[in-house]
Nanobody
Framework: QVQLVESGGGLVQAGGSLRLSCAASGRTFAFYRMGWFRQGPGKEREFVARINWSSANAYVIDSGKGRFTISRDHAKNTVDLQMNNLKPEETDVYYC????????????WGQGTQVTVSS
């Protein structure tokens, strides 16, 4: 089992930056990818970015390209999401999750961290 804990959320003005971090514990050697998602009230959970744990191959959604960077630190067992030039519509709870292997569903969801972007 992998346990995930998110941190780094907060209140920021539009155009500002936040760095979210997801700390993994447990069987961290036994998963394939870690990802970030977000969800607001009454909205579907939306995929934001993911990174392969071993290769660091990364992908960010189109709306985040050029503004969001996902990175991982093997030594600390963390995956960070650097978000720049934030927009009010990106106010959501941000969650991290893992994929155990290729094609597996995302799981081991963290408790989430609130990001609020004021206009």
């Amino acid at each position: 089992q992998v346990q995930l804990v998110e941190s780094g959320g907060g209140l920021v003005q539009a155009g500002g930056s936040l760095r979210l971090s997801c700390a993994a514990s447990g069987r961290t050697f036994a998963f394939y990818r870690m990802g970030w998602f977000r969800q607001g009230p009454g909205k579907e959970r939306e995929f934001v970015a993911r990174i392969n744990w071993s290769s660091a191959n990364a992908y960010v959604i189109d709306s985040g390209k050029g503004r969001f960077t996902i990175s991982r630190d093997h030594a600390k067992n963390t995956v960070d999401l650097q978000m720049n030039n934030l927009k009010p519509e990106e106010t959501d709870v941000y969650y991290c999750a893992v994929q155990i292997c290729v094609g597996a569903p995302w799981g081991s969801w963290g408790q989430g961290t609130q990001v609020t972007v004021s206009s």
